[in-house]
């Protein structure tokens, strides 16, 4: 397989999964609560029931070491801690004084605290960093002998099922979470040529939207019932693994200019998701704020259109103007 053309099809699918966070993030609860509509909560648990195990995953198949831990350790702390950092501490800010565009003041030592021991607003960074930290040694089970292999597979099965039992300081429970998807990801990778030659098929989008179908009416009908934590587990599996399914299969139809635009999206998809929170201050106080607009539909669409607009274009043409922007925005300097 062309490593080339592997790396595209992971763009396009990460593009698909930063395209649902935009969507998740555009519906608001402030100014205007849109979760008060039963539509838009059901909307909004969905994408964030599938959106960031989809991102997990993607990041296991691209997971890559080569024996140098140093040097990879400071890689990642560069691509992804870095980030952490500063975008935390910038949304911190203008938490701290009274202002009519954040929903929630924090006092400074709570700030602190949060971000410290509990992974302040970017969670997602910091449970990346702790999983791609630890993942070399998990590597050594998953590629050693068959026992090895069980035990490793093993231990992340219950540490997913452990999930609602470990603690949250340093986001554990998170790690707990997400390692099952990311190790996933670097499953499907040491099976990616047949699992290219199988998806890359316009015929095979098929099954993918009938799965993505199912689950997303599955979960409709228990989103309004009160089920216990297994079957929670089994219905979040049901919806992530059905809707990478539905995904791959799309990328086939993802050529010409689609294909191209999904994954540019996907190569910027960090920092989009850094900058998502700002754009959307901007478009939610233009378009409820300023413009009265009330339609959840208009405000949904709206803020989504604009905030990818926003966040795609800052991304490419001007973060990469200067080095500090690429060094504290997690930019290898290879992209441009």
Not at 2 to 22: C, H, P, Q, S
Not at 87 to 96: G, H, V
Not at 164 to 175: A, G
Not at 246 to 251: A, R
Request: glycine share 6%.
């Amino acid at each position: 397989m062309d490593e080339k053309k592997r790396w595209k099809e992971m763009d396009i699918l990460r593009g698909w999964a930063i395209l649902m966070v935009l969507l998740y993030h555009s519906i608001i609860v402030f100014p205007l609560n849109l979760h008060e509509i039963q539509w838009c909560k059901t909307l909004h648990t969905f994408l964030w029931t599938v959106q960031m195990p989809l991102f997990f995953l993607v990041s296991g198949f691209c997971y890559s070491f080569h024996g140098n831990y140093r040097e990879y350790a400071l890689r990642k702390c560069r691509r992804i801690l870095v980030p952490h950092i500063v975008f935390s501490a910038l949304d911190i800010l203008p938490r701290l004084i009274p202002n009519p565009l954040v929903h929630e003041q924090m006092d400074i030592g709570a700030a602190v605290v949060d971000f410290v021991f509990y992974g302040g607003s970017d969670w997602f960074l910091w449970t990346l960093f702790v999983i791609v930290m630890v993942f070399p040694l998990l590597e050594k089970l998953f590629t050693g002998s068959l026992k090895m292999r069980k035990a490793g597979i093993l231990l992340v099965i219950l540490f997913f099922l452990g999930k609602p039992y470990m603690t949250d300081f340093l986001l554990l429970n998170m790690v707990c979470q997400y390692l099952l998807y990311f190790f996933s990801g670097f499953g499907l990778r040491r099976r990616a040529d047949r699992l290219r030659s199988a998806g890359l098929q316009k015929r095979n989008v098929i099954p993918g939207f009938f799965s993505m179908t199912v689950c997303f009416a599955v979960f409709i009908f228990f989103s309004h019932k009160q089920i216990g934590e297994t079957w929670e587990i089994c219905l979040e599996l049901l919806c992530v693994f059905g809707s990478f399914l539905f995904f791959f299969g799309l990328t086939a139809f993802c050529a010409g200019r689609l294909g191209d635009f999904v994954a540019v999206c996907g190569k910027w998809s960090l920092q989009m998701y850094l900058l998502d929170a700002y754009a959307l201050v901007f478009t939610r106080t233009v378009l409820v704020s300023m413009m009265g607009l009330d339609n959840p539909v208009i405000i949904i669409a709206g803020n989504f259109l604009l905030d990818t607009a926003i966040v795609l274009l800052v991304s490419r043409y001007v973060l990469t103007k200067a080095k500090v922007f690429r060094f504290l925005c997690g930019i290898p300097e290879k992209v441009g």
